[in-house]
């Protein structure tokens, strides 16, 4: 089955950046979507956003449009999200998910496979 693998993680101050990836261990097709997560401690996980991989269709959180941006490497087997301008309130436990309904989703339920998440702290 899919394997997920994230990285990229780290420490940075407001106002930074960070890029995220998350490599799909075997082939990828038209209907896989991609989603991104992200959990904080003693909170629920959220959607921050998700890409189709045939097509290239976003959907974003309304927390972080305009400053992340999500995008895939085909050939790679690779999705990224790009955050930029990066609040103290993004700080969490980011995962990578896969879902194989074919449609743009927020919802957790909707996502099949996920990768083991990889830290974010955004200090001011």
């Known amino acids: 089955q899919v394997q997920l693998v994230e990285s990229g993680g780290g420490s940075v101050q407001a106002g930074g950046s960070l890029r995220l990836s998350c490599v799909v261990s075997?082939?990828?097709?038209?209907?896989?979507?991609m989603g991104w997560f992200r959990q904080a401690p003693g909170k629920e996980r959220l959607f921050v956003g998700a890409?189709?991989?045939?097509?290239?269709?976003?959907l974003y959180a309304d927390s972080v449009k305009g400053r992340f941006t999500i995008s895939r490497d085909n050939a790679k087997n690779t999705v990224f999200l790009q955050m930029n301008s990066l609040k103290p309130e993004d700080t969490a436990v980011y995962h990578c998910?896969?879902?194989?309904?074919?449609?743009?989703?927020?919802?957790?339920?909707?996502?099949?496979?996920w990768g083991q998440g990889t830290q974010v702290t955004v200090s001011s």
């Open positions: 998910a896969a879902s194989y309904y074919s449609e743009l989703s927020t919802r957790e339920i909707r996502y099949n496979s």
């Open positions: 075997r082939r990828t097709f038209s209907s896989l979507v």
């Open positions: 890409i189709t991989w045939g097509g290239g269709r976003t």
